[in-house]
């Protein structure tokens, strides 16, 4: 649904289709989306993400240790089967920490699937 949402902001002119990075996977399409999974998990919409051929990086945040190291496991094994993935990576920050996230590019869009229920309704509008 995300991947979909992107494609019909960009089909409408939206500015997020002027940012291409570049990459062409197999078969000619162009991997052009950034996209952060806020809250990853064990990894599996980061990976997901990464698996479509229009996503150029999936990077998956969460603030539980052990579930980044999941999730670094299930990217690699990904990355091992399949050699046109996107570029993929987890990191543990918190959420008030997003700025420590480096990328060369901004993110065209955030996924935060359940994640922002554990946010105190306070902190949402920093946040967000």
């Known amino acids: 649904a995300l ?21 062409v996977a197999e078969g000619g399409t162009r991997r052009r989306w950034r996209i952060l999974d806020l809250g990853c998990g064990g990894g599996r919409d980061t990976a997901a993400f990464a698996s479509d051929a229009s996503v150029a990086l999936s990077v998956g945040v969460d603030s539980t ?8 496991q299930r990217i690699a094994g990904l990355e091992a089967k399949e ?3 996107g570029e993929m990576r987890v990191e543990c920050l918190d959420f008030n920490d997003l700025e420590l996230l480096e990328t060369a590019e901004p993110f065209h869009a955030a996924f935060a699937l ?8 306070r902190h949402l ?4």
């Open 3 to 23: 991947l979909s949402a992107l494609a019909t902001i960009e089909g409408d002119g939206g500015a997020v289709g002027d940012a291409a990075d570049g990459q």
């Open 65 to 72: 240790q052990g579930l980044v190291e999941i999730a670094a």
């Open 83 to 85: 050699e046109d993935s």
């Open 114 to 121: 359940a994640s922002l229920f554990h946010v105190p309704r």
């Open 125 to 128: 509008a920093g946040l967000l």
